[in-house]
């Protein structure tokens, strides 16, 4: 071999490498552009849906605000927003309404994201594209402004360091010694307590009917991240002098001995004051005569419930206990026409208030039935269940097991009735546009 030829030689190695040079990063570029990164498209889903739980120090077992801290559960990450396990949020995606306050959902988009992310090895990205951390919710502030009234679970609870998860309800003399109409409410742990409380749901016992039922009438659900309920102008709950305040709460150890003092604040409307929308919340669908088998999966029930006057429904919260499976809500209208409402899937361990966004929430006509449908799963498949060899019926224990649900809503004049559909016409013409 001349020597020319090893200087060709060398000379092509240079072109080639040149080329390599040339062509690698526009290569690499374009893989950046379509794999999704860290910085870019993960951490701005993890900011919105996931890190009011997962930070240091709150409910949830692991921190996801940093590259370092997400990396290692990239894998438990992927399966648990595919399986749609996280964030909790349970409604069907495919059946009726989708609008909610408050959802912190992922849409198919954002899972498809965080899949492809893992799946190209969960790359970091570039630093610059980070976005600024979120500013997290200040658990000493009340959300709804300062409260006229505060009423406390009735002394400090205490929350070992290491014991069961205890789920249970409180009572307190709401101290009222008149009847006051609520404008806005929030139910709120310490800025020292919110990590052990992973829910808490007040009502109110304003009736003997109320104090027959486990919770009284619904009055606000906390959950982390919510912020309290200011309803609209001329919307309100009446708080009856002499009621008591029930806390269903559900507290779970952290390896600390804490002291929780959750309390609900109230805002009043004016004395003399009454609201033209009176909200109601109501057990619905009730069924008491449940046969579960031991063993089975798929065991359904049903409950109806009569709409005396015009509704507009605010809120579906499904209520079973560790057998739960899923719920759906029909709406069954008077000309004999259904409509599916909504469907969740149950966890026990998550209790959810679904409110519906303002102006989607379903319009029934007086002489409507809301039809409860309540599946339970008895088998060995359910994390919740004690022992899938034993029948299973209706009862107050969590190893007993209920089928309703929680619903919210105002009634509504034939006029106000009318007036709301129309508008909501008007609404869906001006979407279409
Ligand atoms: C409302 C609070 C909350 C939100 C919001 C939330 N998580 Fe969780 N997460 C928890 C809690 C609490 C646990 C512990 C398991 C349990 O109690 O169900 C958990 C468990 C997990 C686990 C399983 C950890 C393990 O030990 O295997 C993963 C993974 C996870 N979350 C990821 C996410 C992601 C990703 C998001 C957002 C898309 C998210 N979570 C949103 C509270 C939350």
Known sequence: MSCTCVRRLALTAVALSALAAIAAPSIAAAQDAATPTFTRDVAPILQRSCQMCHRTGS??????????????????IRENVTERIMPPWYIDKNIGIQEFKEDKSLSDEEIATIAEWVDNGAPRGNPADMPPPVEFQRMNEWHIGTPDWIVEIPEPF???????????????DSGLTEDRWVKAVETKPTAESFPVVHHAVTGVVNSDEDE???LGSFLNEYALGKNGDIFPDGHGRLIKAGAKIRFNMHYHSIGREIVDRTAVGLQFYPRGVEPQHKLISAHVGDNEDLDIPAGESNVRHDGYF????NAHITAFQPHLHNLGKRQCLEAILPDNSKQMLNCADWDFGWHIVYNYADGAGPLLPKGSFLHVISWHDNSDANR?????????????????????AWVSWYELDDVAFKAELAAREVAATAGND
């Open 59 to 76: 409910i949830a077992p692991m921190s996801l605000l940093t590259y370092e801290e997400t990396r290692p559960w990239a894998r438990a």
């Open 158 to 172: 205490v929350v070992a360091a290491e014991a069961p998860d205890w789920w249970g309800n409180l009572e307190s």
């Open 212 to 214: 027959d039922s486990l």
């Open 306 to 309: 009569l709409l005396e006057e």
């Open 384 to 404: 919740w269940n004690d022992d899938p060899r034993n029948w299973a019926g209706f009862g107050q224990r969590s190893s007993d097991d209920m089928s309703f």
